[in-house]
Structures are given as structure tokens and as C-alpha cells.
């Protein structure tokens, strides 16, 4: 078969003899792979003309929604991906990783645009900048969508999640992408891409796929366009000098295979915990995806005193785990994805036996259950020991991208760090120790030439997500040989793709702009109190300013007696008159932030719902025994909440509250939400 790429509203195979794919477990021709006939530029224009308009028109909150239908929709079809992605020689584990993670990855984004992000086209950042004396000068941020397209090419390893970890932030972000993966395992992305778009979910031109090589595609970008590339640092580097990609300033991020270590604590002799679930993880981490992920552990560090204890730990486990065909029972790792990728590994092994010695696997002569040895792509489990990790550095500059691990001692916990450095940048490393010192020593010294480090005890591990695992929560990638990008981090990965400006103006201007109030901008008085408006029916910038009330004694006693808080500097006049701060007694903050809310709240039944939190709470200035207070409660942000079943259509209101003193003094501010009915749900 032909194996088809989506370009321009349709599905189009690439004419002429294409390049071969093989089943990784038996060697069988899967199909044909051909880019060529496609229009590249032609691409690029639809994404940015067709795809990119109708994105932008959508709100963070609409594109949220937009994800988790897809989300949804991807789950309920993942039985038919599974026997696909056992071509490529995943075990039904593997397999979960690649096609469940990249579905949960859409999920998590979806979940972070309504929680995280305003139900606006575009995003603020940041507070607003006093930039003038009297406030009638202010500057803010504002990030809008890129008007180009997101060109994403993908390694082999993972053709499922590899695409959904770029494609759920760039889609959030408003801008539309081509997706490029690589050839050898293209299959299985163009079968999620097939029901992405059957699924109509998408708006046309927000997703294309090239299957095949990308052709002249790079040499039409402008510095409106984002490009990605997961793969090897010698590809990443040609990209990164392409003229288009140079001249026009194009944002280019790069997640590289690097060299991630594992590195047992210090501490962590063999009859703890620690050492236990060290044992097990690098064992995992070498054998999941055959060791295919650009996060595997390549560098094993070890106290040098527990050398032997490790060595043994890791053969008895490493002997559990059984190769060959993923459709065996008891098989608990698959092939390469190729034979020239055996190949490519057996040779960087071989190099590294020039400098560290082979103690497990490593050669020709190994089992496997089920497959074809002689076409399959299998490579057996393989460590190395390196007993001189200063002076012998291959296995700090070579990657074998596969089952493969080198094993190498040290005797301080400064050596160490240095030996965790010594990899020049990666994606992960990983700490066992039960000595939070040790670890706090560990991390800070190498945090610096890593993207991310997890430090495991007994405590933790249970829940512990692993070593090799990125998370949509936290960034991915890591500097130097790692590409020195980032990838997910959550909403960090949406900023990714989008334009950040500074604006200057007045502050009501800026508040107009951004559907945001800030402080010295317009605040109308309310003809109607605001608490007997309509969510629809509330203005930004609508304003009440309360009555006062005259703080006394007794309200100072009665609310300790109600709350509990005897504190010496509201209740004892002769300590209060000692506190360097107050030197007389003094209000109670809270009860300051309660008498507020008897103030602006409406007694009566109206559109207004429930409290629904109070956040940036500040205490600014002292309230005391006879002081007089009143405040401004001021509209700040509104959003519209997705309807619920049996729940009446509803939004949240924030409010600006400014609390003064009877000299106009600011006490406290804060922002306060407010549950609001609408009129009708949209």
C-alpha cells in the first residue's frame, strides 16, 4: 500500500517508487512511502490562509473544548491503533505510552485552556507596569496567536504522542500546523490523522500531514511560522542553518536524543528501598520501547562501594524481561524499529567497548520469543561498565539508541554532579536517595545542564510517574546536546506559538483592549447595583462605592469571641502599645474583609449566585478603634462558564475591591469572585 499524506483539504499519494517500510517484529513490507507531487509551499499558504483564520477567531476556552472533543473522540477509537503500533514493534505497554499519552495529552491541555486561560482570542501577561508618576502612563503584555503555521517533524519512536504533545499546545494557541513525521514509522500517524479529520472536529487547514520528505517545505517560511523537530542534534543543527530559517528570524525549537543519566544516592545501599526502586527503574527505562526514547537512561552512576551489588541486580532483572514478538505472551520488549537501526546501534556499541567493558547482552547470541531474527529488528538488553568515567568518555558523547546502558562509579557526591555534567545537556536525569541533603547538593549542582530531574524515595515512588515519562505539566527538553529547547510545560508551551507585545497607553485604553480593568482606568458608578445585574447585563469597569462604617471596640471583641483570634495586638492594649508595627490596638484583618463584604453585598435575591473565592488578598495599611472605612468594588474580568447539566448558564465575575480609611488611604484590596447567572446560556 501507499501510505498518504492530507494536504490542502485532501489525502494524496505520492507518486513514484517510495521509499520501503518494514515490520519491525518480522521483516513483512508494511507499504510505500512517497512525498512526491506535493505542493509545500502551496501548504504553508493554506495553513496560514485557510487554517490560522478560523483558529484565531476562537477563544482559549472554545479551542479547550475544541481539544477535548478530539480527546474523546481519539479515545474511543484507540482499539483500532493498537494493532498498528505493534508493527513498529511496540508491546501493548509501549503501545499505552504512545497512543493513551498522547490522548491524555490533549486532555490536560483542554483541561488547562478553561482553568488557566482567558475565554479571549489572545492572553495577558503579567500585571500592568506603572510607567508614569500619576498612573495616566501604564504599560501591559499581551500574547497573541503567530499568523504563519507550526511545521512539527517527528522522530520515529513515538508516532502517536510525538504528534499530539506538539500539536495540543499549537492548536490552543490558535495557530494551525503540518505535522511531518518520520517515514520509517508514518503508518500509525497517518491512521490517527485519518480519524482526527473524519472526525470533522478540527476546522479545515488546522491540520496537514507530510508522509514522505518534507521537499523544498522549509525554504517558504516566514517569521510568522514556528518549526519543531524531535531527532538527532546533526539533523537539528543542518535545519537551524537554512537560509529561510536564518533570514527571517523563524522561532526553531529542538528536542535532541541526549545522554540522561540515573544516579543511585549515596546513601542508598542495597538493603533500602532506594535501591530497589533504582534497580527496577533503569531496568524499565532500558527496556521500554526497546530503549528508544530520547529520555532512556544512558549513563547508570553508581557509589562505587555498591558497584558489584547493582551489577547483579540489574542481570537478574534484566533476565526477566524477554524479547521478541510483542503478540507472545510473556514478551515484555519488542525490536528496534528497524534493521538499519540495529545495525546503528551495534556500531555505537562497538565503539564503546573501546572504553568500557560489556558485562550483560551485547552480542549476537541472544533468545527471542516469536519474530524473525534474521528480518526482525532485535537487539538484545545491553550494559557496559566504564570503571574510569573521567578519562574514558565515550559513553558520555555516544548515543546508542537502543537497549543499551553504561554503568560507572563514583566516590563523592561531587563526583557525581561532575559525572551528571559530563553528558553536556539532556532531557532527564534521575536521583534515588532517601538523604534530602545529598539531594539538594545533587540537584542544584546539576541542574543547570539538565531539562528536568526527578529525585525518587520510598516515599514518593508509588506515585511516581518515572524517569522517562514527560508530562504536559512540566517542560521538556534540555540544553546543549539535548537542542537546548522546550517543549509542553503547560501553559509555557502554548506562549510557544504566539507573538508577546508591549503595549503603552492610557489605562483605560489598555483596558478596552484587553477586556481587562486595571488600576487607574475609567470605573463608571453603576446606576443599578452591580449584585442585581445579569452576567450579560455587567460592564469591565463597572463600579460601586460603598457607605462607611465607623470601626468600634466592640466589633474588635466580638469578632475575637467569633472567630477565636485573641491575638495580643487586637485584644491586650498594653502589648499592642509594644508592637513595633501597630503601637495601639487594632482591627482584625479578617473581620476588616468581612465588615467589606457587608458593604457591596446585595441582601436581596438576584442574579447573583455564590461567592466563589477571593484571591491576591493585601493588607495595606492598619485599621483601628474608631476609623472610618468604605471601598470601590470595580468589575475586573468576566467568564462564561461551559453549562452543566441541571445547573442554571452562569459566569464568573471577578471584582477589583479597594478598601480606604477616612482618609482615602488604601487598607486592603483584593479580588473577589462572584458566581453569576445569565440570562441565556450561548
Not at 6 to 35: D, L, P, T
Not at 57 to 85: C, N, Q, V
Not at 161 to 168: D, I, R
Not at 501 to 523: C, D, V
Request: aromatic residues 8%; charged residues 20%.
Amino acid at each position: 500500500m501507499k501510505i498518504k499524506s492530507y494536504a490542502r483539504g485532501q489525502w494524496i499519494e505520492g507518486s513514484g517508487k517510495g521509499m520501503e517500510i518494514f515490520n519491525a517484529v518480522n521483516g513483512e513490507k508494511i507499504g510505500e512511502v512517497s512525498s512526491a507531487g506535493l505542493d509545500f509551499k502551496g501548504m504553508l499558504e493554506y495553513a496560514r490562509s485557510v487554517g490560522g483564520p478560523k483558529l484565531r477567531k476562537m477563544t482559549f476556552h472554545e479551542r479547550g473544548r475544541m481539544l477535548k472533543a478530539l480527546a474523546m473522540y481519539l479515545t474511543a477509537r484507540k482499539d483500532e491503533f493498537y494493532p498498528i503500533s505493534a508493527w513498529t514493534g511496540a508491546t501493548k505497554g509501549d503501545s499505552w505510552i504512545d497512543i493513551d499519552g498522547g490522548f491524555g495529552t490533549l486532555f490536560v491541555y483542554a483541561s488547562k485552556a478553561r482553568r488557566e486561560l482567558p475565554d479571549e482570542p489572545f492572553y495577558v501577561d503579567g500585571d500592568p507596569e506603572m510607567l508614569s508618576k500619576s498612573g495616566t502612563f501604564v504599560g501591559r503584555h499581551v500574547c497573541v496567536p503567530l499568523e504563519g503555521a507550526a511545521v512539527h517533524i517527528n522522530a520515529f519512536n513515538f508516532p502517536c504522542w510525538g504528534m499530539l504533545e506538539k500539536l495540543s499546545p499549537t492548536l490552543l494557541a490558535g495557530v494551525p500546523a503540518i505535522i511531518k513525521p518520520a517515514s520509517q514509522t508514518c503508518y500509525l500517524t497517518e491512521a490517527v490523522v485519518k480519524a482526527i479529520i473524519e472526525s470533522g472536529i478540527l476546522p479545515e487547514g488546522a491540520l496537514q500531514l507530510i508522509c514522505g520528505s518534507a521537499g523544498d517545505l522549509l525554504d517558504h517560511l516566514t517569521g510568522q511560522d514556528v518549526v519543531t523537530l524531535t531527532g538527532s542534534a546533526s539533523t537539528g543543527l543542518k535545519l537551524r542553518q537554512l537560509p529561510a530559517i536564518v533570514n527571517n528570524s523563524v522561532r526553531f525549537n529542538m528536542e535532541a536524543d541526549s545522554l540522561n543519566f540515573s544516579m543511585l544516592g549515596p546513601d542508598a545501599h542495597p538493603q533500602t528501598a532506594e535501591f530497589g526502586l533504582f534497580i527496577k527503574e533503569v531496568a524499565k527505562e532500558m527496556t521500554v520501547k526497546a530503549g528508544q526514547k530520547c529520555t532512556a537512561i544512558r549513563r547508570t552512576i553508581v557509589p562505587r562501594q555498591y558497584i558489584a551489588e547493582v551489577l547483579e541486580a540489574l542481570k537478574k532483572r534484566l533476565d526477566g524481561v524477554k524479547l521478541g514478538d510483542p503478540a507472545r505472551e510473556g514478551v515484555r520488549m519488542g525490536p528496534l524499529v528497524s534493521r538499519a537501526q540495529v545495525q546503528e546501534v551495534a556500531g555505537v556499541v562497538e565503539k564503546l567497548r573501546r572504553e568500557a567493558e560489556v558485562v550483560y547482552g551485547g552480542g549476537e547470541d541472544f533468545e527471542i520469543l516469536g519474530g524473525d531474527r534474521e528480518k526482525g529488528a532485535f537487539f538484545p538488553s545491553t550494559l557496559l561498565y566504564c570503571e574510569d568515567p573521567f578519562n574514558n568518555t565515550a559513553p558520555h558523547n555516544l548515543e546508542p539508541f537502543g537497549p543499551v546502558s553504561t554503568i560507572m562509579p563514583y566516590n563523592t557526591v561531587e563526583e557525581a554532579v561532575e559525572l551528571a555534567k559530563l553528558g553536556k545537556g539532556s532531557l532527564v536525569g534521575s536521583l534515588f536517595t532517601a538523604d534530602d541533603a545529598a539531594a539538594r547538593e545533587i540537584v542544584l549542582g546539576a541542574a543547570a545542564y539538565h531539562g528536568r530531574i526527578m529525585i525518587v524515595n520510598e516515599y514518593c515512588a508509588k506515585e511516581s510517574t518515572g524517569h522517562g515519562s514527560p508530562l504536559p505539566h512540566l517542560v521538556h527538553g534540555g540544553p546543549g546536546r539535548a537542542g537546548g529547547g522546550e517543549e509542553l510545560g503547560g501553559i509555557r508551551g502554548v506562549l510557544h506559538y504566539m507573538q508577546r507585545t508591549a503595549l503603552q497607553g492610557s489605562p483605560t485604553t489598555l483596558t478596552r483592549i484587553t477586556n481587562e480593568w486595571m488600576k487607574g482606568a475609567a470605573q463608571p458608578e453603576s446606576q443599578i447595583h452591580p449584585f442585581k445585574k445579569y452576567f450579560e447585563e455587567i460592564q469591565i469597569g463597572d463600579t460601586l462605592t460603598t457607605h462607611r462604617r465607623t470601626i468600634t471596640e466592640a466589633d474588635i471583641v466580638n469578632f475575637a469571641g467569633i472567630s477565636g483570634d485573641y491575638f495580643y495586638a487586637h485584644t491586650d492594649e498594653i502589648a499592642a502599645a509594644k508592637h513595633h508595627i501597630f503601637k495601639k490596638r487594632v482591627a482584625h484583618g479578617y473581620f476588616i474583609i468581612a465588615a467589606a463584604a457587608g458593604l457591596f453585598v446585595w441582601p436581596g435575591e438576584g442574579p447573583v449566585l455564590a461567592n466563589y473565592g477571593l484571591d491576591n488578598l493585601r493588607f495595606l495599611q492598619p485599621v483601628y478603634i474608631g476609623d472610618t472605612i468604605h471601598l470601590k468594588l470595580t468589575c475586573k474580568r468576566k467568564t462564561a462558564k461551559e453549562p452543566r447539566e441541571g445547573e442554571p448558564p452562569n459566569g464568573v465575575v471577578e471584582w477589583a475591591v479597594e478598601v480606604f480609611n477616612q482618609n482615602n488611604e488604601a487598607a486592603a484590596s483584593y479580588t473577589v469572585l462572584t458566581l453569576v447567572a445569565r440570562k441565556k446560556a450561548d
